[in-house]
């Protein structure tokens, strides 16, 4: 929102420099969004929730409350139009839900002509073309009060009436700016003689603009549904200052202020009589109460606010006091604040005016809660420094893949590519792709891991309970990662096997699964299986190993070896395989050195002849 | 004694030539001359020992089998100087070694880390809650009714129109332990999020958030600013400058934004800063009574601040990377 200072300085006289109103601005929610420059005019920052500040006396107002200035609005003109005779005035009928007000004058032998300097110049300043007199000062209003407003030239109309109606389909309508539109249903349009003539709550039409030629026109100023409005307008594309105020959420009473400015500046300028119209406003708004408590601003505080200044600041806001006991303020809503919807905000307000650089500090003294920190999160963060110190770098990588034909994999409805349309099922799916960046830019030799969630369903109905997050720990090399599984179990101190069918398990337990390259462990079920601490010997104890050499009958994989040495040997602590190239099969036994090793190698042996026809050659 | 003076001449000889060695080799040579088996002159003596009187080898011998031990322990004995002075030598202390390989942790963990270990130790618990979210935790209760512009169906990614999506923001896990909890509750909560964005080198369809809520009775605005003052100076330094202001979010009222002044220009503005002169941080606020209510916390007994923020940038600026994009999708090296 562009602030013109001088036109700033019509309704708060501040004495201050154009970086200290920038910096007050800030303090309030409008933080300056660009450069000072020549510091003329403020460009500042606008959320979505103040349509009052879309208006240079909304801004002005809240600047007034902090300041301390009085705020000065204008005039206005307050009294009540001609009367109209019957035909002279214009009918006009509502068809359409979308209008909630419509209210119409019409200004009869007014004088198009240039407007004064200080008019145009404000509106350059803003950042509007000056055009004629009675097109500025609707827009000069418009962003004065943040009310949109709308002349038409009556001569011009194609009947003497006005209808509001939604649009037909494929109906057509040309803006003054030359651009023609192609309409729906779903738009509502002022129509005169079955013609649209103005995109409602948009942009007038190319036909019944007012120009130097123009003696008499309708003025008209309206609310309308900002939901279609907002849907319309990116529809069709059109981003104008109009669309700005009116895609959000306006009280209809904001309509009368900006009448009677708008009738005020035109009879100055333009001459003229005014006659009423219409006021179409078939459920006018009433205004709302709040009730402040001071125990509630004192709590959200913690600052002792008196009642007195509460009041001050509230009533600064334009918030009119209707009812005030010693504990609470109930204060009208003003009709521009759309926003305010709980007490809270009222709290809000007060401390904003206040200053929030004001307000002090103070540490938290309550006393400390419990932990409630999950234990999977703790257990995952130790996996990241157990891979670390065995060398591994970690990754984190994106969850959306490319979405392909496995019927577990979850799909988006409304992906924008078809890169990321989809929901990783495994972290492998990418990891891969980081090891091929890798060994693009000749870096080899690396183990990589990424501890995080994969996504899969059990079935094409999308219900919450069908969805499921897996937690998992792949870790990945361009070399054999049966090494690094070894040693992250250790640390684990968790035992386990390798299947033929590539799982990781534990007392026939699926853990996790593994190829040459890469392993994956669930990190919810290793959590359960892992001691906290791994096993430190106070005493040292000595171990003896023999070196078995095996021939293979037949192709044997190890996990059928495996178990049948531990079944042959009570005291056995550890087989490892040093080489295997089939048919010979080198394993290392080791036992405690205080135990029968020698009788349990023999009898290992017997079993492995007698079972599996494995003969052997001690080494 | 002939014999005799032969020894003490052989004893002073050797001395002499002792202090002259000072190579391995030369000691080599030394002890070959003195101590070899055929030809060595110890051994030469204690063959002409054969020939004398049986009075003269009981006079002889000892003093002879001295000196062959004095010079055998002499030998060693510059044998070990030599060796330690080769390796004084050879160890020259101005030499580095170049560091030994070790496994790294992204940066984001790292710096998810340091946050984590500001706020337990003020006492907060870290949270977690799914990726895939329902509409009622990541809108509704957070004060964001059906049709509020920032529930923009354009914004989200859906899972299922319209009640699943993934989560758009980090604050889905505090209305998901607020409605699960009771307070008193301290909780940070980092995480993933997802947009519909496309991706450039600023913006990501997934990026990072941290989260920080507290309920507890008496919980004031006054809180909160302390809490994110002390953040604050954990991350950027003691001597960081920082601005206080209100900001609209739904899910608080009132709502607080935090932005800290830029280094490099104080506050005068710069590209850097976009020529605001801040750079803001996160937001944050009281939250929303409606959202209190909604999980089930009856706001006229418990209060409480919430704050969220991404991480990206951070982790960006304090790695020096400047492609999102990169962080995220394998093109780190560790060094």
Known sequence: ?619 | MPMQNKITQIKSEYKQELEGINSLAKLEALRTKYLSKKHGLISTLMTSLQGLTLKDKKEIGPILNTLKKDIEESLSAKSNELDSQSQILDYDPTIPASPQHAGHLHPTTQIIREMNQFFRYHGFSVGEGPEIEEVEYNFRRLNLPEGHPATDLQDSLYIHEPNILLRTHTSSIETRILSTNTPPLRVVAPGKCYRNETNNSTNSSFFYQYQGFVVDKGITIQHLKDTLTKFHQFLFGDDVILRFRYKYYPEVSPGMGVDMQCRLCKGEGCSVCKYRGFIEVLGSGMIHSNTLRACGIDPEIYSGYAFGMGLDRLVMSKFGISDIRKLYGGEIVYK
């Open chain 1, 1 to 619: 929102m562009k602030i013109p200072i001088n036109w700033l300085q019509d309704y708060v006289k501040i004495e201050k420099s154009p970086k200290e109103i920038a910096e007050s601005f800030t303090a309030l929610g409008l933080m300056l969004d660009k450069p000072l420059g020549d510091g003329k005019v403020l460009d500042l920052e606008h959320r979505m929730d103040r349509s009052d500040w879309l208006s240079i006396i909304g801004c002005a107002r809240d600047l007034a409350a902090l300041e301390n200035i009085p705020l000065k609005l204008p005039k206005g003109y307050g009294k009540v139009g001609k009367k109209a005779t019957k035909d002279q005035q214009i009918p006009i009928t509502v068809e359409c839900d979308e209008v909630r007000r419509f209210t119409t004058r019409i200004f009869r032998g007014v004088q198009i002509k240039k407007s004064p300097k200080w008019l145009s110049e404000r509106l350059l300043a803003y950042g509007l073309k000056s055009i004629n007199n009675v097109v500025d000062i609707t827009n000069y209003v418009m962003v004065e009060y943040g009310q949109p407003l709308h002349a038409q030239d009556l001569d011009k109309l194609p009947a003497n009436e006005l209808t509001w109606r939604n649009a037909n389909q494929n109906e057509k309508l040309t803006t003054f700016l030359g651009t023609q539109l192609i309409l729906d249903p779903s738009a509502f349009v002022i129509s005169s003689g079955g013609k649209p003539i103005v995109l409602g709550g948009i942009i007038g039409g190319a036909e019944t603009g007012v120009t130097d030629t123009t003696t008499d026109f309708i003025l008209d100023s309206g609310n309308y549904d900002q939901r279609s409005i907002r849907t319309t307008s990116r529809k069709q594309h059109i981003n104008n200052e109009t669309v700005l105020r009116t895609d959000k959420f306006l009280d209809p009473r904001a309509v009368d202020l900006a009448l009677s400015r708008a009738t005020e500046l035109i009879l100055e300028l333009a001459g003229g009589t005014y006659y009423d119209n219409s006021d179409y406003y078939p459920h006018p708004v009433k205004s709302k109460s709040m009730t402040l408590r001071l125990s509630r601003l004192h709590l959200l505080s913690g600052i002792d606010f008196t009642l007195v200044t509460a009041k001050k600041i509230l009533t600064a806001l334009d918030y009119v006091v209707v009812e005030q006991t010693s504990t609470k303020l109930t204060v009208e809503i003003p009709y521009f604040r759309t926003d305010v919807e709980v007490e809270d905000d009222l709290v809000a307000d007060i401390l904003r005016i206040y200053n929030y650089k004001n307000i002090p500090i103070a540490p938290l003294t309550t006393p400390v809660p419990t932990d409630i920190t999950p234990a999977i999160y703790r257990f995952e963060d130790r996996l990241r420094d157990i891979l670390a110190s065995l060398g591994a770098d970690e990754h984190i990588t994106g969850s959306l893949v490319e979405k392909d034909e496995q019927g577990n994999r979850i799909i988006l409805e409304n992906a924008l590519t078809r890169e990321a349309s989809a929901l990783r099922l495994s972290l492998a799916e990418n990891l891969a792709s980081v090891l091929s960046t890798y060994q693009k830019h000749g870096v080899s030799n690396v183990v990589i891991f990424e501890i995080g969630i994969t996504f899969s369903r059990d079935s094409l109905e999308p219900s919450f309970g069908s969805i499921h997050e897996h937690r998992n720990l792949t870790a990945m090399s361009n070399s054999d990662i049966r090494p690094i599984l070894s040693s992250v179990m250790h640390e684990l101190v968790i035992s386990y096997d390798l299947t033929s069918d590539h799982n990781i398990v534990h007392n026939n337990q699926v853990i996790g699964t593994f190829n040459l390259q890469s392993f994956t462990l669930d990190t919810e079920r290793s959590m359960s299986l892992s001691t906290s601490y791994q096993g430190v010997v106070s005493e040292y104890s000595h171990t003896t190993s023999i070196d078995i050499s095996l021939t293979l009958s037949q192709p044997t994989n190890f996990d059928k070896i495996k178990p049948i040495i531990i079944k042959a040997s009570k005291s056995l602590l550890m087989v490892e395989v040093l080489e295997s190239k089939y048919p010979s099969l080198l394993l290392r036994l080791t036992w405690d050195e205080n135990t029968e090793y020698l009788k349990e190698k023999a009898h290992i042996l017997t079993l492995l002849l007698t079972k599996l026809a494995i003969t052997s050659r001690s080494v």
